[in-house]
């Protein structure tokens, strides 16, 4: 053990956590885990200047890890710096350095370090939690932390919890064109550059990219040559409606090894409950990455995970996490039969919803403004006549004027469950919903791939395709020795199967929000889709009717136009103010 400590250590000085007194209570097997992703160079260290350092200092509890909180920064500060995190190709510590301290007044925060003051804050702590218990307490403080350098596979466990709000880089607006220090931004496991496939991961996930920049280009002139600038938009107003057409298009060819930036912001609580999940997770990635989560927020909110590697308490939780999915991957396997071919068409299946929502859900718009009890209310509206629920369903949606006007929690009576079959770049945008209970299987290649029209409108089929051949080839060799590993290969227009189960309340914000023209047109295809079978499959008109901003239009030539058009209006407003 000692041995491997100190070949890490002369390996990779600049990359060893800056507290060691964090490691020193994880399990031999944990630290050598954790070293292994330190010592295979898995995370890309940045580099910055001494006056640079003396800044982030300040404000970031360290300057050369993944993972890192913020401090000491107002509210304010951080939401924005979130906001445009996600649409920026730049990590949060280099885009605060070069779009943010020249706007804030930093000279009274030359004496802080946000890497010191843990004794303290624990000290703090301690004083609360004796008054009034550590699970309340725990979600009333919050912390904003940064993961950057996260696979595709991995931002969904971290995003997984319904406490937390998450910012995600985006595929539409970041090309991953370039390389960092010579590498595209992809994962390398460190078991699998480790084993005879390593070569061969790394030379064709390198591939998938190099397709990826190459029709991206073509795409882009594609675009430009079938949807001409208009007189009245600017260059700028263009370009961006282009490029995230072009991108939205070869997006797919991306593994799902590619690697994208979260920005979250949770309570103690949320994060004790992610750290739990991601240490029992069967993705290396995964129980790696929940350290550095953890050695983060203990300089920040010390107690308030602290029973997360404790015998007995978290590790407890977390082994049970582990036996009952080991237990029930096992049983799955043996009880049940396998497809005899595999469904390879995209499809939304409507499978469970109540015949009589409807009625339901008017008795529960009812009921705060009455003093009977609910099932009094229920048999009334059962005997209401057909215009009296009508009634009742058009004063309680009221007059929307927009999507972001929605009724009250009657609506939430009425539930539905669907099983849906769609690429996994759309599942990325619906996934991220919070109010919904959602559940996938691993991602693989057997569902077969979307491929965009534009793709074909450009002659550039064979050249996805081919991509799309070396993604599942390489899957296969993989699946046999490293299970949930494999999936890093998979490129991210295969499609994956989920089943979404969420109420109508829910699903009017869903679907409103995700059926604008401005959307991708794969997760518009699944959300009208789903909307059709609430009205026609469920018989629910009235309740698909109260959905009055779901668009149906069919794609438009360039999605982001009208956008990008708004926003650069609301620019003009601000600077001319």
Not at 457 to 481: K, T, V
Request: aromatic content about 10%; proline content about 4%; overall charge negative.
């Amino acid at each position: 053990m000692l041995d491997t400590l100190r070949f890490v250590w002369t390996v990779t000085p600049s990359s060893w956590p800056s507290d060691w007194r964090l490691i020193v209570g994880y399990s031999p097997l944990r630290v050598v885990e954790r070293l292994r992703f330190v010592a295979v160079g898995a995370y890309v260290v940045e580099e910055f200047s001494i006056q640079e350092e003396d800044v982030l200092r300040r404000y970031f509890t360290n300057l050369d890890q993944p993972v890192f909180a913020l401090v000491n920064l107002p509210e304010v500060v951080k939401g924005a710096l979130f906001a445009r995190y996600s649409r920026s190709a730049k990590s949060l510590r280099r885009l605060f350095l070069d779009e943010f301290v020249g706007e804030l007044d930093i000279e009274g925060d030359a004496s802080i370090d946000a890497t010191v003051g843990l004794d303290r804050a624990e000290e703090l702590y301690e004083k609360v939690f004796v008054e009034y218990g550590d699970d309340s307490v725990a979600q009333l403080g919050g912390v904003h932390l940064a993961c950057e350098q996260a696979s595709n596979l991995l931002t969904k466990v971290l995003e997984w919890g319904r406490l937390a709000s998450y910012l995600e880089q985006s595929t539409r607006y970041i090309a991953y064109d370039s390389r960092v220090e010579g590498r595209y931004r992809y994962f390398r496991d460190p078991e699998i550059l480790a084993s005879s496939l390593g070569t061969r991961y790394v030379g064709d996930l390198d591939r998938l990219f190099d397709t990826y920049a190459q029709l991206a280009v073509k795409a882009e002139q594609h675009v430009k040559t079938v949807t001409p600038k208009t007189e009245g938009d600017s260059d700028f107003v263009y370009r961006s409606a282009v490029k995230a057409k072009a991108l939205d298009s070869v997006r797919g060819i991306l593994p799902a090894a590619a690697q994208s930036n979260v920005g979250m912001y949770g309570s103690g609580q949320a994060y004790e409950q992610m750290l739990l999940r991601m240490r029992a997770h069967p993705l290396p990635e995964a129980r790696a990455y929940a350290d550095m989560i953890l050695t983060e927020l203990r300089k920040v909110i010390p107690s308030f995970v602290r029973r997360v590697d404790v015998e007995g308490r978290g590790i407890a939780w977390s082994d049970y996490l582990v036996d009952t999915r080991e237990g029930m991957e096992s049983l799955a396997e043996e009880i049940l039969e396998p497809a005899s071919t595999p469904d390879v068409a995209a499809r939304v299946d409507l499978i469970d919803f109540d015949p009589d929502a409807e009625i339901k859900m008017i008795s529960a718009m009812l009921y705060p403004f009455s003093h009977l009890s609910e099932q009094q209310i229920d048999k009334q509206v059962e005997r209401m006549s057909v215009e009296d629920r009508i009634q009742v369903i058009k004063v309680y949606n009221g007059d929307r004027r927009n999507r972001r006007h929605r009724p009250g929690r009657g609506m939430e009576r009425a539930f539905y469950r669907f099983d849906i079959l769609t690429d996994y770049g759309a599942f990325r945008d619906l996934q991220r919903h919070r109010m919904l209970t959602m559940e996938w299987q691993q991602l693989n290649p057997f569902h077969g791939f979307t491929r965009p029209e534009l793709i074909d409108e450009a002659g550039l089929a064979n050249e996805f395709n081919e991509a799309m051949e070396r993604s599942a080839s390489l899957y296969e060799a993989l699946e046999h020795p490293f299970g949930a590993q494999a999936s890093y290969a998979v490129s991210l227009a295969y499609r994956v199967r989920f089943n979404c189960n969420l109420n109508a309340r829910a699903a009017m914000h869903m679907f409103e929000l995700r059926s604008t023209p401005q959307g991708h047109p794969a997760y518009r295809q699944v959300v009208q889709e789903m909307h059709r079978h609430i009205a026609e499959t469920a018989g629910h008109h009235a309740i698909a009717e109260m959905m009055s901003f779901v668009n149906h239009s069919s794609e438009a030539d360039l999605e982001r136009l009208d956008a990008e058009r708004r926003a650069e209006s609301r620019r003009a407003k601000v600077s001319g103010s």
